[in-house]
C-alpha cells in the first residue's frame, strides 16, 4: 500500500489546525472523501444531472443508469442475492427506522420482545422505542463482558415466546467490539426471530457477506466508508420486503394512483419515496470501487497495524490511561480516559494540537452508564492515517495528559 499516493487524494489532510498538521483521528464519526470519489459528485452536477427514472431524454436515463449501477455495485459489495433487495436511504438510522416503523409497526404487537445490545447506537435504540408509543413492546438488553466482547450465554438466556426480533450491531462504535453476527442470527432463527444488523462500522473495515451470515436486514452508511453523507443502505430479504408496508408515501414509490386507491411500486421503489440523492447514491458506487481498489483487507490490516501500534504505546507511556474495549479481533477504534480527566477538557486541548478525536457519548448513552462513565477520548483510525500520525497523537497526548493531571 503506498501510503504516500493515499494521501495525495485527500487534499483534506494538507491542512493545517492552529498550525500545526491536521491528524484526522476521527474516522468512526465519518471518514474523509478521496478525490475520485469528490469529482464523480461534481461530474455528477455538472455533467448529467437529471431526474431519475421518469425520463425519456438522454441525461434522465445515464443518471438512471448511473444510480441503478450503483444498486448492482453494492448487491456485489454485500453479496446480495438481488438488487430488489437493496433499498437506497438517508444512512444506517433511516434504514434502521425504516425497518422498525414498517416491519415493526406491523408485525410487532403488546408483549412482544426484542433483543438488542447494551452497545447499540442510539440509532438502533429509539426507533425502536418509537414503537413503544403504539404498542407494549419490551426490549431485553444483551450485556458485555469485561474486554466488551458481547455475553453470548446472556444472549441466549434471553430467549423466550415472546421474543420477535433481534438487532445488533456487527461493530461498535465506542468499544470496537466485532460481534459475532452470524452466530447471533443463527441463533435467532432456530427460535424463528429475524435480525437486523447495524452495519455503520462494519461496513469500512470488513467484507460483508449478508448471504453466508444469513442476515435478514443490513444497514450502513456511505459517509464512513469514504463516500457522501446523507446516503446509506437497507439490505432486506425479499420475503420480509415483500410483506412490509411502504415506509413513507410519494412519488417513484407507487404503480398506480387515484383518490380511491393507490397501489405500489415492486421492490426496492416501493420502500424510495420522493427524489433520492441519485448523484450521492452514484459516488457511493466509486467509494466502493475506490475501497476495492485498495483492497478491503489491506485496509483493515493496515488500520490494525496502527491500532496495535498506538495501544501498546498507549499503555507503556500514558500514566493512568484506560481503554474500553479490548476484546480480540476488534477495529481500530480506541476509546479511553486518562486518570480522573474529563473527555471534553482532553479533546480540546488535543484540538490546539492539531488532533482530531471525538469526546462524549458516542451515541451510546446506555453503554455508558453500563461502563460507569460519562463518555470517552476515541481515537479511530482509516486507511490514509499513518505511524507518524499516531506518534503525533501519542506525544500531544502525553502533552495534555501532563499538563491536565
Ligand atoms: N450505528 C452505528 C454503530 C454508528 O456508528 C452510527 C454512526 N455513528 C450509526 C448507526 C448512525 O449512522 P448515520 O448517522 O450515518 O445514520
Known sequence: MDLTKIREDYPILDRKIYG????????TATSQTPREVVDSIVSGYTSTKANVHRGVHTLSMEATELQEGARRKVKEFI???????????????????????SYGGTFLHDGDEIILSVMEHH?????????????????????????????????????????????????????????PVKEIIAEAHSHGVPVLIDGAQAAPHLKIDVQDLDADFYAFSAHKMYGPAGVGVLFGKRKYLEMMPP??????????????????AELPYKFEAGTPDFIGIAALSKAIDYMQSIGIDAIAAHEHELLEYTTKRMIEEIPGVKIYGTAPGKCAIISFLVGGEHHYDMGMLLDKLGIAVRTGHHCAQPLMHSLGIEGTVRASFAVYNTIEECDLFLNALKRVSAMLM
Not at 498538521?21 to 474516522?27: G, R
Not at 415506509?247 to 405500489?264: A, D, L, N, R
Request: net charge negative; aromatic share 8%.
Open 79 to 101: 453479496n446480495a442475492p438481488s438488487t430488489d433487495e437493496i433499498i437506497f436511504t438517508r444512512g444506517t438510522t433511516e434504514a434502521i427506522n425504516l425497518v422498525a416503523a
Open 247 to 264: 415506509y413513507q408515501g410519494g412519488g417513484e414509490m407507487i404503480e398506480t394512483v387515484s383518490f380511491e386507491k393507490t397501489t405500489f
Open 20 to 27: 500545526r498538521p491536521l491528524v484526522y483521528l476521527d474516522n
Open 123 to 179: 440509532s438502533n435504540i429509539v426507533p425502536w422505542q418509537l414503537l413503544q408509543r403504539r404498542a407494549d413492546i419490551r426490549l431485553r438488553v444483551i450485556p458485555i463482558r469485561e474486554d466488551g466482547s458481547l455475553d453470548m450465554d446472556a444472549y441466549r438466556s434471553l430467549f423466550n415466546e415472546h421474543t420477535r426480533f433481534v438487532t445488533v450491531c456487527h461493530a461498535s462504535n465506542v468499544l470496537g467490539t466485532v460481534n
